[in-house]
């Protein structure tokens, strides 16, 4: 299935019974130069990040620094979200529980990435709007386990400074160092200076992967304790050992306390009827035993990470390929399916997603034009704002049409619906292919809208 789906390379191990018994990589780390991606081959981890940052937490209430519920702002004065009631009553617990009503809001991040630092993460929780109450609907917000990650950091540094450095140095102290991660980092520098990190594939509107930066991946930066981590196969296997000890080393040193680890996976809000959000993971079962995970998905890296503690059996996918959850999900399930002796189904499964797959690359033929009709485009050639997105150009080049943040730059490409109408223009490229733009006149003057249904921001005319 890699080579099927076209996936540059994978790694997978196994842990079982408080040891690695398998840890092996396919494929390449870079198509280029046909290097292999082995388990030592740094990658991205994307969101299996936030259960790294409340294990973090989990270490400093075992030293008495803080409570699940003790108020954000009693920990960092200046913390703010819209509502100012909230602002006063907002825990860290609920800072990383999914469960406060705050919507994903990452084209934020994506479009004003190189200019945000973490102090910037955390005050921009200032205009977060709750639109349900506590505890009533499941809603990711990586900018709110950011700054739950950068004012442990804080806390734990006793004398605050800069943000991004306090929370690197208390994840290092506190958790990476006493685990053995040694190849675990936020560090781009580091990583760049290694040279041999896996390439990151990132999705073309085509649904094809194709190579990217590691600026890109710098988008992750802002929310680095909610996404932003580069590790190895085996440094996740050393973590997930630790998991399945109860927060203990293989030598017996706790990393944390078993009672603060356990609170991470105590379910807070449901995400379905099988399955609900902890503190940085996802908990529900299989064939009656409980089942912990986490995916993560960075512009170029995708990764799963799962494991059942009754059973003492984990398991780390990681690939350099966007979007490839299907993919990581179906290897979780194979060894499921192999360890329970359960009947294969997963071989059924793949086979429709690939089919799936090819049905929508060829909808996509159809319906995508790479032509853009230039009369219809050159009245929105521009620059334009939107108050949460900032400000935006429109540029034409060699017959192509071009949307530029400043910080990334793509083609723009004609859309077609079913009546073979055009409807609206996609990103062509990473970091955000797919995404649906729309070039509108409104009483006379050109708008930009990006996005659809809630998640859309409006762009105007820069005067």
Same mark, same amino acid.
């Given at each position: ?33 046909? +290097?292999?991606?082995?388990? &030592?081959?740094?990658?991205?981890? *994307? ?47 609920? =800072? ?6 705050? @919507?994903? +809001? ?7 990435? +190189? ?37 442990? #950091? ?5 004398? $605050? ?6 929370? &690197?140095?208390?994840?290092?102290? !506190? ?24 390439? $990151? ?7 094809? /992967?194709? $190579? ?34 109860? #927060?203990?080393? @293989? ?13 991470? !996976? ?29 995916? #993560? ?11 059942? @503690? ?12 966007? *979007? ?44 995508? /034009? ?17 108050? &949460? ?6 540029? =034409? ?11 990334? !730059? ?5 859309? /077609? ?6 409807? !609206?223009?996609?990103?062509?490229? $990473? ?14 003057? @050109? ?10 921001? +409006? ?5």
């Amino acid at each position: 299935y890699l080579e099927k789906l076209e996936i540059p390379g994978a790694v997978v191990g196994i842990v079982q019974d408080g040891e690695v018994v398998y840890a092996k990589g396919f494929g390449v780390a870079d198509p280029a130069t046909g +290097r292999a991606l082995t388990p &030592a081959t740094p990658m991205m981890i *994307g969101s299996v990040s936030k259960s790294l940052t409340t294990l973090l937490m989990g270490t400093l209430v075992d030293d008495g620094l803080m409570t699940w519920d003790t108020p954000a702002v009693e920990l960092f004065p200046d913390f703010r979200v819209l509502d100012p009631e909230l602002s006063e009553t907002i825990t860290m617990r609920n =800072l990383v529980c999914a469960c406060t009503g705050v @919507p994903r +809001r990452d084209l934020e991040l994506a479009f004003n990435f +190189r200019d945000m630092t973490a102090e910037d993460t955390v005050a921009s929780l200032a205009d977060f709007e709750f639109f349900t109450d506590f505890g009533e609907a499941f809603q990711y917000s990586n900018q709110m386990v950011g700054a739950a990650g950068y004012i442990a #950091g804080q806390t734990a540094a006793g004398q $605050p400074g800069d943000m991004m450095t306090d929370y &690197a140095a208390a994840l290092q102290e !506190r958790v990476l160092d006493p685990i053995g991660m040694t190849d675990t980092t936020i560090d781009f520098d580091a990583i760049r200076a290694r040279g041999d990190y896996a390439i $990151p594939h990132g999705m073309l509107v085509t649904s094809e /992967l194709a $190579p990217i930066g590691l600026e890109v991946e710098e988008f992750l930066l802002p929310i680095a304790p909610a996404g932003g981590l580069w590790s190895t196969l085996d440094d996740m296997l050393k973590y997930m050992i630790v998991q399945l000890n109860d #927060g203990a080393t @293989p030598d017996g040193a706790q990393v944390v306390s078993t009672e603060n680890l356990l609170e991470t !996976r105590q379910p807070q809000i449901a995400i379905n009827a099988d399955t609900s959000y902890g503190l940085g993971w996802m908990v529900g079962d299989y064939k009656q035993q409980p089942l912990v995970s986490h995916g #993560g998905n960075s512009l170029g890296f995708s990764t799963e990470f799962t494991f059942l @503690p009754e059973a003492d059996l984990g398991v780390v996918v990681i690939t350099n390929g966007q *979007g490839t959850n299907m993919y990581n999900g179906a290897i979780v399930a194979k060894l499921l399916e192999l360890v329970f002796e359960q009947p294969d189904e997963i071989t059924q499964n793949m086979e429709f997603y690939l089919q799936r797959l090819a049905e929508q690359r060829t909808e996509n033929e159809t319906k995508l /034009l790479d032509q853009v009709d230039m009369a219809a485009v050159t009245p929105f050639v521009g620059v334009y704002v939107n108050d &949460a997105l900032g400000e935006i150009a429109i540029t =034409l080049e060699d017959d192509e049409v071009f949307f530029d943040t400043g910080d990334f !730059r793509t083609a723009l490409l004609p859309y /077609l619906d079913d009546d073979g109408n055009l409807y !609206r223009y996609v990103f062509a490229s $990473p970091p955000l292919a797919g995404l649906t733009v729309q070039l509108l006149e409104e009483g006379g003057a @050109p708008v930009i809208v990006v996005g659809e249904g809630a998640v859309s921001y +409006r762009f105007a005319p820069v005067e």
